[in-house]
């Protein structure tokens, strides 16, 4: 049951089911026209830190919101998502503590990022014997988060999400979708979860919301983040929706053949790099590049990009990709290039190898 509550900076709605508490910061009922639905982890995807060590995490939790690092470019790009996109709802998940949620808000309103909820982790719930595994475990708390924004959203709404492989991100949303799908069985989903250490009250609640509406998978896209150097080969097996990157370079691109990004949003994160990350052109170089060899960049959007990035500065004079790139007879693209036999969405992942 939502409840208003106010600080001296914003009201907002405030729900919590188990241990995920949902801060909404616009009515539900605005998001039933909204078409793309962007969905952000917010560590390690959007915000910088490291919670490596008890005393990493106090300062993460004490440090000022002006203080708080981004990720290389993630600012600018939502901010450029925000500038291509009317409506732009955008969500945040993290497991941080509720009781962070002014400082977090505080970030976004510096960063001049205006988000429509943010869902966060109350561990004040998981403080008991038979709970302690879910303090450090997040798999439940985020299909949890997810199937419960599912609820929000109309049928045709489609979630651009955004993870990283320092948790199980890649698994999460994958395993959310084929839920929501019912390409796993209701006996498959609960026995994943348990293998993921979800415990059963909290897998029981993550059916009784998928089965709150008919059978929906809203899942159309996966950006993951490699913020500890996973081989990008590793994520193969979820087929070609997800799309691991190693900067948010890549990402832009790929919403710009996608639709969801203006020539000037990439322009604009290609600067951001370099004037505020120190980048270099060869590095731009050799993220597009490795696009390229992965058959992930088109023909049409090299046409339009690279002319600009050359004459802009953030290529050299003369660049090209040094493979062939797919075809693509018009953009924005749907899907992945149909070029490609990988499927876009397996039919069945195996979660449990580690391969």
Known sequence: MFRLRR?????????????????MYKLPEDLKSAKSIFVWDLDKTY????????????????????K??????????VRMLAKSNDPFPIFFISASPPQMHDKIYKKWMHDKIIPYG??????????????????????????QSLMELRLLISNEAKMICWGDDSESDANIYSVFSDICSHRLTDQE?????????VQEDQIELILELRDQKENFDPLSRVYINLAVDTDPE???????????????????IDLFQRGFLKEDGVLS????????????????????????????????????????????????????????????????????????????IPERIDYLSDY
């Open 68 to 77: 708080k690092r981004n990720v290389p470019g993630a600012d600018e790009l």
């Open 7 to 23: 600080n001296e900076n914003i009201s907002y709605l405030k729900d919590q089911r188990k241990d995920v508490v949902k801060f």
């Open 118 to 143: 943010f869902y966060s982790k109350d561990n004040l719930k998981n403080l008991r014997l038979n709970k302690l595994s879910r303090l450090t475990n997040h798999v439940g708390f985020k299909v």
């Open 269 to 344: 994160v290609a600067k951001s790099l370099i004037t505020k990350y120190s980048f270099k052109p060869f590095q731009l170089e050799v993220a597009y590049n490795l696009l390229a060899k992965r058959s992930r960049l088109s023909d049409k959007a090299d046409l339009i990009l690279r002319p600009l990035l050359i004459k802009n500065g953030y290529f050299s004079p003369g660049f090209k990709p040094s493979v062939e790139l797919v075809n693509c007879e018009r953009l924005p693209v749907e899907n992945d290039f149909e070029s490609i036999v990988r499927p876009w």
């Open 234 to 252: 590793y994520y193969r097996r979820y087929g070609r929706r997800l799309l691991a990157v190693e900067n948010t370079f890549e990402i832009a």
């Open 189 to 197: 989903a609960k026995s994943l979860l348990k293998a993921f250490g």
């Open 47 to 66: 915000l910088d830190t490291d919670f490596g060590g008890f005393r990493k995490i106090i300062k993460i939790a004490l440090e000022k919101a002006v």
